[in-house]
């Protein structure tokens, strides 16, 4: 089982990302995929997941109108689409996995996810 997070790097404010999570070893059609943020100092967040089964998407307040999370099952991939970027953005951002359904009360807490990808460093900076 693997995640590959890709596609950070440095966006003025305003601009936009589009991160991919490439998933491997599992079916992935089956798994909740969520998106985690981790500025330095600070707590590891929820940020969106798109839910195993019937595709339900939640995304954290902060994001609200500005990220949409899909899934391209074929390339079993999960995109995260980060438009209007903020400072605040700055932050190592994760994608991880999990076989069970999460839901709106369980999706941003890490620990309900078994397999995490690598990280991938969004900078929004001017």
């Known amino acids: 089982v693997q995640l590959q997070a890709f596609g950070g790097g440095l966006v003025q404010p305003g601009g936009s990302l589009r991160l991919s999570c490439v998933v491997t070893?599992?079916?992935?059609?089956?798994?909740?995929i969520g998106w985690f943020r981790q500025a330095p100092g600070k707590r590891r967040e929820g940020v969106s997941c798109?839910?195993?089964?019937?595709?339900?998407?939640y995304y954290a307040e902060f994001v609200k109108g500005r990220f949409t999370i899909s899934r391209d099952n074929a390339k079993k991939i999960v995109y995260l689409q980060m438009n209007n970027l903020k400072p605040e953005d700055t932050a190592v951002h994760y994608c991880?996995?999990?076989?069970?359904?999460?839901?709106?009360?369980?999706?941003?807490?890490?620990?309900?996810?078994?397999?995490w990808g690598q990280g991938t460093q969004v900078t929004v900076s001017s």
């Open positions: 798109i839910d195993s089964g019937d595709d339900n998407t």
């Open positions: 070893g599992f079916s992935f059609n089956d798994y909740a």
């Open positions: 991880a996995g999990d076989r069970a359904y999460k839901g709106s009360s369980k999706w941003s807490y890490r620990y309900e996810y078994d397999y």
